[in-house]
C-alpha cells in the first residue's frame, strides 16, 4: 500500500476490525467532529492552516513510526493535503478516500449466543449508529432492520451455510434506506413488514400476536407504535426483545418525525402507552434496539441492556404520561436532515446509491434521552 496515498473504507475498516496498528487522523473542524467521529481517531484542530497551505502543522506530534496514518476529513480533500505533510515526515500516510462522507458506510460486529442456543449477530454502522440483526437457530437465519449493503448480511450467512427465511423491519425507517427488500429479492426470503398502506411494493404484513419461527426459536410480534404509526417490536424466545426505535439502551424514540403538532402530541401519547407494555416484561428481558447515538467502537461488546438496567438509567421511564407528554415534548431534538426523501425511497423501495451517500450521511438523531 506504501506506493499510493489513500486508503478505502473498506480497508481502514478491515484494519480495525482486525486490531491492526493504525492511526486515524482526524483534521476536521471541531464542530464536525463534535457531531460524530471515528472510534479512537486522534483530533488535530488544523483545518483553517491546512486550507490557508500552513505547513508542519504535526510536527509536535510524537508518531510512532511503524503505525501507518490515515487523515480523514468530511470529503477527503483537505486530508490529501494533510497526508502530504505526514509523508514528508517520513511516516506511512494515507487519505481516507471520501472522507466522513463515505465513512457512513462502515461498520464492525458483535454477537452472543442465548440459553436456547440461539445466535444474535448485531451488525453496527460505526458512524451512522444503526444497528441490524441477524438471528439463527437450528441452521436457520432471519434479518431484521437491514441499513448495510445486502452481500455483508448474504456473505456472513452462506459462510455459515445458513437458510434465509425472513427479512423484516421493525418500521419505516427516516435515516437509511432498508436493504431488505433487496436481499429478500436475491436470497428468495419472504420480506415480512409491518402492515401499513404506505409502502408502494408486496411484502408479506405483520400484524400484533403474530408468531414468526426460526429454527426452533420464536419471534413475537409486539405492536408499539409512537415513534411511527408502523413501529413494531419483536420478542424472541421471551428473553429478547428488538425495539427498532420505540426504546433505546439509553433513551426512548422520538415522535416527531412527519407530524403535525398535534400529531406529535398524539404519537407521544401512544409511545408512552408502547413503552408501559414494553416495561411490563420480565425486567431480565434483554433489549436490542435499532440506534444508538454515539459511534460505534471496534470492540465487539453487544450493544444492548437489560430492562432492568434501562428503567433504571432512563428517567423519561418513570414519569407519569402528562409529565412524560411535556417532558419529551421539550426534549425533542434538532430535526434530521433528509429523513423526508429517506421516507419517500423507503416507501417507494428503490434508490441510487450514489444519492444514499449524501443522504445518510452523519450522526443519528433518532433518540430522545
Request: glycine content about 4%; proline content about 4%; some cysteine.
Amino acid at each position: 500500500m506504501k506506493d499510493r496515498d489513500t486508503m478505502k473504507v473498506d480497508e481502514l475498516r478491515d484494519l480495525l476490525e482486525r486490531k491492526k496498528p493504525v492511526l486515524v487522523l482526524d483534521v476536521r473542524l471541531l464542530s464536525e467532529r463534535e457531531e460524530w467521529a471515528i472510534p479512537g481517531s486522534l483530533f488535530v484542530d488544523a483545518y483553517e492552516k491546512l486550507k490557508e497551505g500552513k505547513e508542519n502543522l504535526f510536527s509536535h506530534i510524537n508518531f510512532e513510526k511503524s503505525v501507518p496514518v490515515v487523515t480523514v476529513c468530511a470529503a477527503g480533500k483537505t486530508s490529501m493535503i494533510a497526508m502530504k505533510q505526514l509523508k514528508k515526515m517520513g511516516l506511512e500516510a494515507y487519505s481516507l478516500e471520501g472522507g466522513m462522507r463515505h465513512w457512513t458506510k462502515a461498520w464492525n460486529k458483535a454477537e452472543v449466543v442465548d440459553s436456547s442456543s440461539t445466535r444474535i449477530v448485531q451488525f453496527r454502522r460505526t458512524g451512522k449508529g444503526c444497528l441490524s440483526y441477524i438471528i439463527e437457530n437450528n441452521g436457520e437465519a432471519i434479518i431484521i432492520d437491514a441499513s448495510l449493503d445486502p452481500a455483508t448480511y448474504i456473505d456472513y450467512i452462506d459462510r455459515n451455510n445458513w437458510k434465509l427465511k425472513a427479512v423484516l423491519d421493525t418500521h419505516t425507517h427516516a435515516d437509511h434506506f432498508s436493504r431488505s427488500k433487496e436481499i429478500s429479492k436475491i436470497k428468495k426470503a419472504k420480506l415480512l413488514l409491518p402492515r401499513q398502506s404506505e409502502v408502494g411494493y408486496k411484502f408479506n404484513p405483520i400484524d400484533e400476536r403474530d408468531t414468526l419461527s426460526v429454527g426452533k426459536a420464536t419471534l413475537k410480534v409486539i405492536h408499539t407504535p409512537g415513534h411511527t404509526l408502523d413501529s413494531y417490536s419483536y420478542l424472541l424466545n421471551n428473553q429478547s426483545l428488538f425495539t427498532g426505535d420505540t426504546l433505546f439502551v439509553d433513551g426512548i424514540g422520538r415522535p416527531d418525525l412527519k407530524a403535525s403538532p398535534e400529531m406529535i402530541r398524539n404519537k407521544t401519547s401512544l409511545l408512552y402507552a408502547s413503552l408501559q407494555k414494553i416495561l411490563d416484561l420480565p425486567i431480565a428481558t434483554i433489549i436490542y434496539p435499532s440506534h444508538v447515538n454515539v459511534p460505534v467502537a471496534f470492540d465487539e461488546k453487544m450493544i444492548s441492556n437489560t430492562l432492568k438496567e434501562i428503567k433504571e438509567s432512563v428517567e423519561m421511564l418513570t414519569l407519569n404520561q402528562q409529565d412524560f407528554i411535556t417532558t419529551l415534548m421539550r426534549k425533542i431534538p434538532e430535526t434530521p436532515p433528509n429523513y423526508q426523501k429517506i421516507v419517500e425511497l423507503n416507501v417507494k423501495g428503490t434508490f441510487d446509491q450514489n444519492d444514499l451517500i449524501d443522504l445518510e450521511a452523519g450522526a443519528n438523531r433518532c433518540a430522545i434521552t
